[in-house]
C-alpha cells in the first residue's frame, strides 16, 4: 500500500490568513494525486485534482502543488467556509489511499 | 446532473453481512473510463477506500478487507451493491459510494452520495 500522511492534522487560523496543508506519499506518485474538502455532517467533495487542477466552481483561492512525493494544498485567504477536514488521496496505485485528514478551524 | 445515494439497513448485529446499494443517475456504467466506489468513514475517523467496480466489470478491492467484500453492478438499473461479511463493532461507519472518472490515467471520485451510517451492535 502507498501511505498518505498529513500534516496538520488539525489548525486554526484566522479569517484571511494563508494556510497551508501538506500531504507526503510513501512513494513517489508523480501528480496523482486529489484533494477533497469535507464539511461537517456531509460528503466530501473534489476541489483539486492531478495535484494542481482546480475542479470546476471550486474558489480560485484553493490552489495545489507539488509531484513526487510532497504535496500542498493552500488556502490563500481563509474564509468561515472553509471550516471542514481536508483529505489528499493517491491514484497511483489502484489500491487507492487517502490521507489521515486536516481539520481547518477558524480563530 | 449526477447523483448518487446509498441504500441499505443502519443496523446490523455482529457476524451478519450487510449489503448497500448505490443508486444513480446521470451516467452510464457501461461508458468507457466510468466507475463507483465505495468508501467509509468511522465516525470521527478519516476516509478508507474499499473498493472500484468499473464499466468493463474490472473489480479492484482494498487489500485489507478483499475477503469480506463483494461488488456487482446492475447497468440496466444503474445499480451498485456492496456485500461485505461477518460485520464487526469496528465496521461501524457512513458508507459513500461516489461516481469515478479518470483524467489522464487519474482515478478520482466526483461527486459523493451523501452516505448511510451503519451501526454494528446486537
Known amino acids: 500500500d502507498i501511505q498518505m500522511t498529513q500534516s496538520p492534522s488539525s489548525l486554526s487560523a484566522s479569517v484571511g490568513d494563508r494556510v497551508t496543508i501538506t500531504c507526503r506519499a510513501s512513494?513517489?506518485?508523480?501528480?496523482?494525486l486529489n484533494w477533497y474538502q469535507q464539511k461537517p455532517g456531509k460528503a466530501p467533495k473534489l476541489l483539486i485534482y492531478a495535484a494542481s487542477s482546480l475542479q470546476s466552481g471550486v474558489p480560485s483561492r484553493f490552489s495545489g502543488s507539488g509531484s513526487g512525493t510532497d504535496f500542498t494544498l493552500t488556502i490563500s485567504s481563509l474564509q468561515p467556509e472553509d471550516v471542514a477536514t481536508y483529505y489528499c488521496q493517491q491514484s497511483f496505485s489502484m489500491f487507492l489511499t487517502f490521507g489521515g485528514g486536516t481539520k481547518v478551524e477558524i480563530k | 446532473q449526477i447523483t448518487l445515494k446509498e441504500s441499505g439497513p443502519t443496523l446490523v448485529k455482529p457476524r451478519e453481512t450487510l449489503t448497500l446499494t448505490c443508486t444513480f443517475s446521470?451516467?452510464?456504467?457501461?461508458?468507457?473510463?466510468?466507475?463507483v466506489g465505495w468508501i467509509r468513514q468511522p465516525p470521527g475517523k478519516a476516509l478508507e477506500w474499499l473498493v472500484i467496480?468499473?464499466?468493463?466489470?474490472?473489480?479492484w478491492y482494498s487489500p485489507s478487507l478483499k475477503s469480506r467484500l463483494t461488488v456487482t453492478k446492475d447497468t440496466s438499473k444503474n445499480q451498485v451493491v456492496l456485500t461485505m461479511t461477518n460485520m464487526d463493532p469496528v465496521d461501524t461507519a457512513t458508507y459513500f459510494c461516489?461516481?469515478?472518472?479518470?483524467?489522464?490515467?487519474?482515478?478520482?471520485?466526483?461527486?459523493w452520495g451523501q452516505g448511510t451510517l451503519v451501526t454494528v451492535s446486537s
Open positions: 467496480i468499473y464499466w468493463n466489470d474490472d473489480k
Open positions: 512513494q513517489s506518485i508523480s501528480n496523482y
Open positions: 461516489a461516481h469515478l472518472y479518470r483524467y489522464q490515467l487519474i482515478n478520482l471520485f466526483d461527486p
Open positions: 446521470g451516467f452510464s456504467l457501461s461508458s468507457s473510463g466510468v466507475g
